[in-house]
């Protein structure tokens, strides 16, 4: 996450941690499709943790629950929540390397359009996996939107409403991940935003 991000995150953090889910069921189908391939004794690596929501929401199925995020002010908003002795908070980029490493399950969502070199991340968090672990993703393919978006883009950025992200395409996202070595198992979408891909790939054994 380059500095300009840092800084639109600290600025917009306690907006993000007051805002409500914009749709609720399709963030609960996640929420339970995860929690679904979660398992009690797992080491999980959450990155771009943002304010905590979902670590807080699916950390006490597991055994740890390292929720990470470079924000000064996303980090401050999840320590300062009601927490569980599974889930840990860190503030460090999304390709640190972490010392309980490795893991069972990794998930990155809505972060992989956003870090500075997203080959790189996926490079790194790849060999922090377990050989058969699981890396969940949810991912803005922005270079899917529909034209009238796009176009409204840079002027987001402009105004400091919108951080600096990368355009993906769906076969782009698809073609980074599995050159970091994951299999894709699974793709899908949840409720309208279908140009949220959600996916499931794992690191061969």
Do not use: N
């Amino acid at each position: 996450m380059s500095a300009d991000q840092i800084g639109f995150w600290d600025r917009v953090a306690e907006r993000y941690a007051a805002r409500p889910v914009r749709d609720v069921a399709a963030y609960e189908a996640m929420l339970a499709e995860v929690a679904a391939r979660l398992h009690p004794g797992d080491k999980v690596l959450e990155i771009g943790c943002g304010t905590g929501s979902t670590a807080l929401r699916l950390g006490p199925q597991v055994g740890l629950w390292l929720a990470t995020d470079l924000s000064p002010e996303m980090h401050r908003i999840a320590c300062a929540k009601p927490g569980c002795a599974q889930v840990q908070f860190r503030q460090t980029a999304a390709e640190a390397r972490h010392a309980e490493a490795p893991f069972d399950v990794i998930c990155a969502f809505h972060i992989l359009h956003l870090v500075p070199d997203a080959a790189a991340t996926l490079a790194a968090l790849f060999g922090q996996l377990k050989p058969g672990g699981l890396f969940l993703s949810k991912t803005w393919c922005l270079a899917d939107l529909p034209f009238w978006m796009k176009a409204i883009l840079p002027l987001l950025r402009l105004r400091g409403w919108m951080p600096p992200a990368r355009a993906l395409q769906a076969p782009e996202l698809r073609a980074l991940i599995t050159a970091a070595g994951f299999v894709i198992e699974e793709e899908r979408i949840f409720g309208k935003g279908k140009h949220s891909r959600y996916i499931v790939a794992r690191k061969p054994v």
